[in-house]
């Protein structure tokens, strides 16, 4: 090694090891490897060595980047070159709830939460990126991966996915938000052209993403598989360079989705620093070496050496890559992994982000209760596994069969299927720990919950999507809206003899619910993770008070929505052959559309019913006139006798717009825990921005003179308070 070598590498060590990720060291530490490295070393670090991961700079001790899924936990070591498993004994981790149910919780503490904890998992299993949290914003209740996903409106899904990215990257590990951008379906998701308007592009679709990079700093971006203005987006300057890195300020990586690189000059212009998974199988197109066969490897080195394609170009990449190298080296911090808290964090985050969507005085379950019937296959059924790139090996799953026998250990609890879905987990992510094979016909199954009912306490339906193919799975949107397997009809046949049954829906997506008059209760319970049963048993019994809120609206109908033609989705090949979906709805995306039209949805974005009842004052404005700033102020009183949490919701409202906007929009949330009888008061500050739409012609966010108004309630439909103010 050369003496300047040795030198350098015993400052990189230096400044490693004492300088806790400074900025300003980091800066210079880039800046003095960049000046250091070869061509070869550069092209190097910009595409990856194996499945998941990418070499650093061994000659000047920069260690390799490792990267994992995300971003509901760990995954499972994949073999050198295979997606497949590599069959480890020691990589089954923590699992944690879905992002839709973090979604749920409205509460920006525990997102920082989640993402600390996940982020402990991933450092201690030596990982530089999480790749996640996934923000894309849910346009069709049919996307295949809502589940992974914070709901439909971006405001809320910016705010959590921020505090998840703090929290990530507090372990010294990058969060890598994905997938940017308008990436909101399964179908033709790999080759599929996204037409949105700009309007919509900058008021829907990019805010997610925005407050994730400058409120959360997130340290890496997932560059999506799609299209947009017909140009891959690992490929887009305008998305990547110009609006990402340039309006944004975006100072960390693009990594490619796995294989959404296709072409050299494309990912050279366009602002894609890292490329992976391309040709999927690092070996599958069969050369000694694929990984120099991909478009910023050899090929961008050749363009490079004939002056096609310019160094500077390529060093911009180099720094970005090290910036992120940099940025997440342990310093001798190891994280945790399947610690007692780990768990406790998942039966928190999921007994806050259950909703209860209905309870005619059935909930919460008596303690004293004798027999108690458990019903349906997602009772016992493992959830953690499927859906594709976030299925996870847990070290244990506690199902909801087992979380209601532990919250009763006295009473008789008897399980009955009632209903059987007809595929098994896909076998990539089967990892034989579960076998629910059944043989009885539906009819017997049926006929054996209804007499396993009689004299029960109570009843307890737990049914639901699974993450099958075209359920909540990645690849392939859900071909209907209405529940799988006859579960309607079975689920109405119980309710015509047990009109009290408590029906537990497992989705990550909305789903029809034609029986929701017809039971008692209605529990929300999305994807809980390693602690579903203890997470659930928690809202059943009322030792967690549910505070959930719909972080996504649960039309009656999916008719009911915006999505009215074959062009919305999932799209249609244009003459020249190239998938198109257009994004013909616009601006009026979930509750925006629902709420504007007047359409009256099943269960309306932001609702969710507590044990206990909370009273909201009248709401004091600051002033009556926006300068700088207004803040409300809303006193929310517990008038119920148990202790609870409510999240109260602003919204604004332009009453003299010169364009058509939605009839309201979310712009604050604050959930506040009350003892009975108690009152806080929140408050909500917020300036210009909350009231501007964006101008697609002066290409700026314009907030119009004129009247506004404030709202604050307990859901987008449930409004408790009013005030109006100017601009
Ligand atoms: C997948 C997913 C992405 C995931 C990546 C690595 O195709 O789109 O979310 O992180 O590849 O598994």
Redesign the pocket.
């Known amino acids: 090694m050369k003496y300047g070598h040795i030198l350098l590498a015993a400052g990189l060590l230096l400044a490693g090891c004492c300088a806790h990720n400074g900025q300003k060291d980091i800066e210079k530490q880039v800046k003095d490897a960049l000046a250091q490295m070869t061509l070869n070393e550069k092209i190097a670090l910009i595409h990856a060595q194996s499945k998941?991961t990418s070499p650093g700079v061994p000659r000047l001790g920069i260690p390799e980047l490792k990267?994992d899924?995300?971003p509901h936990g760990l995954?499972p070591e994949t073999l050198w070159d295979k997606?497949a498993a590599a069959g480890q004994t020691n990589d089954s981790c923590t699992a944690y709830p879905s992002l839709t149910c973090l979604a749920a919780t409205w509460n920006k503490d525990i997102a920082y939460l989640y993402g600390r904890s996940v982020g402990e998992e991933a450092r201690y299993r030596g990982k530089n990126v999480l790749?996640?949290p996934?923000v894309n914003i849910c346009r069709t209740p049919l996307c295949g991966?809502n589940f992974?996903y914070m709901g439909e409106d971006p405001f809320l899904a910016g705010k959590l996915s921020a505090q998840y990215v703090k929290g990530v990257q507090s372990n010294k590990v990058a969060a890598?938000v994905?997938?940017f951008a308008v990436n909101n379906q399964e179908s033709h998701?790999t080759d599929g052209n996204s037409v949105v308007d700009d309007r919509t592009l900058y008021e829907i679709y990019l805010p997610a993403f925005k407050t994730a990079v400058q409120e959360g700093g997130a340290w890496s971006i997932?560059s999506?598989?799609n299209r947009y203005e017909e140009v891959f987006v690992s490929h887009s300057s305008h998305l990547l360079n110009d609006i990402l890195k340039g309006e944004w300020g975006f100072d960390g990586a693009v990594i490619s989705?796995?294989?959404a690189t296709h072409d050299t000059e494309g990912a050279a212009h366009g602002g894609l620093d890292l490329e992976?998974?391309t040709h999927t199988d690092g070996l599958s197109q069969g050369l000694a070496n694929a990984y120099d066969a991909y478009y910023m490897a050899e090929p961008y080195k050749a363009k490079i050496l004939a002056g096609e394609l310019s160094e500077d170009e390529l060093n911009e990449k180099v720094r970005r890559a090290l910036r992120l190298n940099f940025r997440t080296q342990a310093d001798g911090y190891f994280g945790s992994f399947l610690s007692p808290e780990h768990f406790a964090d998942c039966r928190r985050i999921g007994g806050e982000g259950i909703v209860l969507l209905r309870n005619e005085g059935v909930l919460p379950l008596k303690k004293d209760a004798k027999k108690i019937v458990v019903l349906g296959e997602n009772a016992i059924r493992p959830m953690i596994v499927g859906g594709?790139?976030?299925s996870l090996k847990a070290q244990h799953e506690i199902s909801p069969l087992q979380g209601i026998r532990n919250a009763f250990p006295e009473a008789e609890v008897v399980y009955e299927r009632a209903y059987y879905s007809d595929q098994p987990t896909p076998g990539n992510y089967n990892y034989g720990q579960y076998d629910i094979t059944e043989e009885r016909p539906a009819a017997k199954l049926l006929a054996d919950a209804l007499a396993a009912v009689e004299g029960a306490d109570y009843v307890i339906f737990v049914g639901g999507l699974n993450k099958n193919d075209n359920q909540d799975c990645?690849?392939r949107d859900r071909l209907s809206y209405e529940l799988p397997y006859g579960q309607n009809e079975v689920i109405e046949a119980i309710a015509a003899v047990r009109p009290d049954l408590v029906y537990v829906n497992v989705s990550g997506s909305p789903v029809a619910m034609p029986f929701a008059d017809k039971v008692a209760a209605i529990l929300q319970a999305w994807y809980l993770g390693s602690e579903t049963g203890n997470a659930l048993a928690d809202v059943l019994t009322g030792a967690v008070n549910p505070s959930g809120k719909l972080p996504v609206t649960f039309p009656v109908a999916l008719e009911d929505g915006p999505i009215k033609t074959e062009r919305q989705f999932p799209g249609f090949a244009d003459e020249k052959g190239m998938w198109q979906t257009y994004y013909d709805e616009g601006i009026y995306v979930g509750y925006r559309w629902y709420d504007t039209k007047g359409v009256k949805p099943q269960f309306p974005f932001g609702y969710g019913l507590s044990y206990t009842s909370f009273e909201y004052g009248q709401a004091k404005l600051s002033s009556k006139k926006m300068g700088k700033s207004i803040t409300v102020k809303v006193s929310i009183k517990n008038t119920g006798d148990v202790a609870g949490a409510e999240v109260a919701q602003l919204y604004i409202s332009d009453l003299e717009s010169s364009v058509d906007r939605p009839l309201k929009e979310l712009k604050g949330f604050e959930k506040v825990y009350l003892q009975p009888g108690e009152s806080k008061t929140v408050e909500f500050t917020f300036g210009r921005d909350a009231l501007s739409f964006f101008d697609a012609e002066k290409h700026a966010w314009v907030a119009e003179p004129g009247k506004f108004k404030v709202l604050v309630g307990a859901s987008s439909e449930d409004i408790r308070t009013e005030a109006e103010f100017t601009l």
């Open positions: 998941f990267c899924d995300g995954r997606w790749l996640g996934g991966r992974e890598c994905k997938h998701r997932m999506s598989y989705d796995w294989g992976f998974g594709q790139s976030s990645e690849g």
